[in-house]
């Protein structure tokens, strides 16, 4: 916003309270009109203007969806649609939507070759169970099955110590 300045010799203290009140008055007009701006940013628009914004981008809101997830699904349905069907896309997916890491396994040894692996925390599967039957849906390769590892992450403490084992090298002859 612009900061409104009068001429030097129109100073004076009312003359300071009709700067300051169009400063406010301008300051006013100027978020009006940038108010339609913002409603094309999926993360500060108001609810209304974010579900004709879903609705354009091919995204439905599933029973029970938090409002912040939501609008990341919004916000990145374009750039997730470009990433859908590859391994790579997949993972970046699922960074996206802070679903957080995910391992993927495809063209498993014994194993049809239709059948992809997911490994992920247990963690991740109880709290998305409907958000990754859509991702994979949406985004995952077509004519594919999918199965569901979970990986628990353990921590594991290891001692090490000194031995102070000896080594020798020895030659014998006939």
């Not at 400063?23 to 974010?50: K, S």
């Not at 354009?56 to 599933?62: A, L, N, S, T």
């Not at 069907?85 to 960074?95: D, H, M, Q, V």
Request: glycine share 6%; hydrophobic share 40%.
């Amino acid at each position: 916003m612009i900061d409104l300045k009068l001429p030097f010799w129109l100073s004076g203290p009312q003359l300071s309270k009709l700067r300051n009140a169009c400063q406010r008055f301008w300051e006013r007009v100027e978020e009006w009109l940038y108010w339609p701006v913002r409603q094309l940013d999926p993360e500060t628009c108001i609810p209304g203007a974010l579900d004709l914004l879903a609705w354009q981008r091919g995204v439905e809101r599933f029973e029970g969806e938090s409002m912040q997830l939501y609008r990341l699904r919004v916000k990145y349905a374009f750039v997730n649609a470009q990433d859908a069907g590859r391994t790579a896309g997949l993972k970046r997916i699922f960074e996206r939507l802070l679903i957080g890491y995910i391992e993927i396994e495809e063209r498993l040894p014994d194993r049809d070759w239709d059948v992809i692996k997911l490994h992920l925390t247990d963690s991740q599967l109880a709290e998305n169970p409907e958000l990754l039957q859509i991702i994979l849906s949406k985004y995952g390769r077509i004519c594919r099955r999918y199965e569901f590892e979970v990986l628990t992450p353990l921590q594991v403490q290891l001692r090490t110590a000194d031995c102070g084992h000896d080594n020798g090298y020895l030659v014998a002859s006939l």
